[in-house]
């Protein structure tokens, strides 16, 4: 890989510039891929809250496999849909760190079901960033449990049937209902708006792990425009348009302690 | 330190403790769950990481994440758990992280039976997971040995980077005997350089078992490799009973080979030249002395609580040079020291009959 020169050009302002809890490096995210994105909320997460050196970043088995050579923080890699329970092990061990496990729809929805859950009844005091593109991407483009009702996968190329496959998967409402959750939200990053509003929630979730108030998660509804079959701008347009309506953004469960985060404000 | 009454089960996991186990976490099967049991009492008194796993799957991907973070760090199952494990013990091993894991194996395959049983050779002594690679594995044949190995598996797991198995049979977990527990160490307070502990005034370290291109997976395989290669070398360990003056020589590990001893010190009131060689570590397979011996001696004869597994490693080792006859009870049965005497008699006839022919 040739050298990137990251300098600003002389006489121009930095105004926005990479975190410092992002590696210096390409990532081998498709063009549009929102991948890249939800990777800069939580490196930004970090640095903000001062957790660059407190993070231990567990990778899962997807496109995001190489997330931990993109932070510039203690990293490791799951085996496909485990990295709850590898978190919980490094937590439990390391209770003052701040972990974060980074799972696709595949890895947390089907293989890592049980993982994530117990985690969660457990009330593990770590955060999972659930990344929701409706399809397995690393694979190329089969049906994942949150596939759409009616989506064409390269597993369901006649569409999905629930009457055979079964329905898709709302993770954050199922997670929401144990006592050990504390923290369950959905966001979308299709738009600016909704960007700025996933972020406030990765701080949130990590403020909920780092004041000790169990389980955190937020799912980011996201693009895969390669395995979608369209541009960039068509899948944004298709999160809004389709996985909103069956996934719908908001708060599904926020416990009192951390609605009192910060005198309160978060209510 | 006294010696004391102890339950294998109990005296593993009194041992692990006493090493500096600093994190446990397991599932419950039998024949294995006092040894659970004994750590969710010692280990919250103390102050240590204990947790029972919603499944061996989850269990050994706990593990993998404490053995991560550079503690010393354990598990422990039988037979079926240890087949969920397989996946994790892979990617640990692909990672080089210290991982100890105790088998108490009983009858199978599938959910078979709670009886002793050592039909996990193979398991745990090819690979224990996919991919090129053997863990180290201990096999005791007594309580004291139970407690002894458990303590050196912690320090060979550190010294190697690697996974580290004690395998005992069900009898071994479940009987009582007297035995002398180590003294206690403390939990050690630095983490290796390499752990993951949050980068503080350091580079990050990562862990992983990803190596996408051909020829970096190929490097890190030959370096596996010449780490086995190194504890091939220097770790075989092996207990010999009546190898001077020798015809025949019985093979057995674990009860097998602790029952083996009886039948042997019964053939030699007999007046027939029988030895023992009962391996301790079943791999690093001591086939270096099992060479030696071979070439002294008319035959061997191995005896399992398998259909004939170590078997293979024996032959290996002796190489056709003399025949290599097996006696093994299965599924839970424990062969009586007076079966293995018939064996070895029967044996050792035929032997004789040869020599007198030639
Ligand atoms: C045990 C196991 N089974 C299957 C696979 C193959 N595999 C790799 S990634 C993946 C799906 C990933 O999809 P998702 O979690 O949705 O992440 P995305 O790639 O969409 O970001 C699968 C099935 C594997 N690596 N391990
Ligand atoms: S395949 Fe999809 S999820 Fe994977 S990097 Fe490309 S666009 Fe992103």
């Not at chain 1, 050196?53 to 995001?64: D, F, R, T």
């Not at chain 2, 599938?110 to 996919?130: E, K, M």
Request: glycine residues 8%.
């Amino acid at each position: 890989m040739s050298a990137i020169n990251f300098a600003p050009p002389e006489n121009m302002e930095v105004v926005y510039e990479r975190p410092e809890s992002l590696a210096e490096t390409h990532t081998h995210y498709c063009p549009g891929c929102t991948h890249g994105v939800s990777h800069r909320l939580l490196a930004e997460a970090f640095d903000e809250l001062g957790l660059r050196e407190k993070a231990i970043l567990v990778a899962s088995v997807g496109c995001s496999v190489f997330s931990y050579k993109y932070f510039d923080v203690d990293s490791c890699e799951a085996a496909h849909g485990r990295a709850p329970a590898m978190a919980t092990g490094l937590k439990r061990v390391n209770p003052d760190a701040a972990v974060v496990t980074y799972q696709g729809d595949g890895d947390l929805a089907s293989i890592g079901i049980a993982e994530v859950i117990h985690a969660a009844t457990r009330g593990e005091n770590i955060t999972v960033i659930f990344i929701n593109n409706a399809i397995y991407g690393m694979t190329g483009g089969q049906m994942a449990p949150t596939s759409l009702p009616g989506q064409k996968t390269n597993s369901s190329p006649f569409g999905r049937n629930v009457e055979m496959t079964g329905y898709p998967m709302r993770v954050t409402e199922l997670l929401s209902q144990l006592d050990g959750t504390a923290y369950a939200v959905r966001r979308s990053l299709h738009d600016a708006k909704n960007i700025r509003k996933a972020k406030k929630a990765v701080l949130t979730a990590l403020q909920t792990q780092m004041a000790g108030l169990g389980f955190s998660i937020v799912e980011m509804l996201s693009s895969c425009p390669t395995n979608w079959g369209m541009t960039p701008e068509e899948a944004l347009d298709w999160v809004e348009s389709e996985m909103i309506p069956y996934y719908p953004l908001g708060d599904y469960k926020v416990a009192d302690s951390v609605a009192n985060l910060d005198g309160g404000k978060r209510r | 330190m006294a010696k004391e009454m102890l339950k294998g089960n109990v005296a593993i996991a009194e041992a692990a403790l006493r090493a500096g186990l600093e994190a446990y976490f397991g599932y419950p099967i039998t024949p294995q769950t006092e040894l659970l049991e004994h750590l969710s009492k010692r280990m919250i008194e103390l102050d240590r990481v204990f947790l029972q796993a919603e499944s061996e799957v989850a269990a050994v991907n706990m593990v993998y994440g404490a053995a991560s973070a550079g503690v010393r760090v354990m598990s422990s199952s039988s037979s079926p758990g240890v087949s969920l494990m397989q996946e994790g013990l892979s990617y640990i091993a692909g990672s080089e992280v210290p991982t100890v894991l105790v088998d108490i194996m009983r009858g199978g395959p599938g959910l078979g039976n709670i009886l002793p049983s050592q039909g996990d050779y193979f398991q745990v002594t090819r690979s224990a997971g996919h991919g090129d690679y053997r863990p180290i594995v201990l096999a005791p044949a007594s309580v004291q040995e139970a407690i002894d190995f458990t303590v050196m598996a912690f320090d060979l797991a550190e010294k190697y980077r690697h996974i580290v198995i004690v395998a005992a049979d069900g009898q071994i977990g479940q009987m009582m005997e007297p035995a002398e527990l180590p003294p206690m160490r403390e939990v050690r307070k630095e983490r290796p350089d390499w752990a993951l502990t949050g980068a503080e005034g350091r580079d990050p370290n990562v862990i992983t078992s990803i190596y996408l291109k051909g020829e970096e997976m190929e490097a890190f395989n030959l370096k596996i490799q010449e780490k086995l290669s190194e504890i091939r070398r220097s770790e075989p360990r092996w207990y010999e009973f009546q190898t001077e003056d020798l015809d025949m020589l019985v093979v057995g590990f674990g009860t097998a080979g602790r029952i083996a001893y009886t039948a042997v010190e019964m053939a030699r009131e007999r007046g027939m030249k029988v030895g023992l060689l009962r391996p301790q570590t079943l791999w690093p397979f001591p086939e270096e002395r099992l060479s030696q011996l071979a070439d002294e001696i008319e035959s061997v004869l191995v005896v399992e609580m398998n259909a004939g597994q170590m078997l293979e490693d024996v032959r290996l080792a002796v190489g056709g040079q003399i025949p290599v006859g097996f006696y093994g009870r299965m599924g839970g049965v424990v062969p009586m020291p007076d079966e293995i005497l018939e064996a070895i008699e029967g044996h050792y006839n035929r032997l004789t009959v040869r020599t007198v022919r030639t």
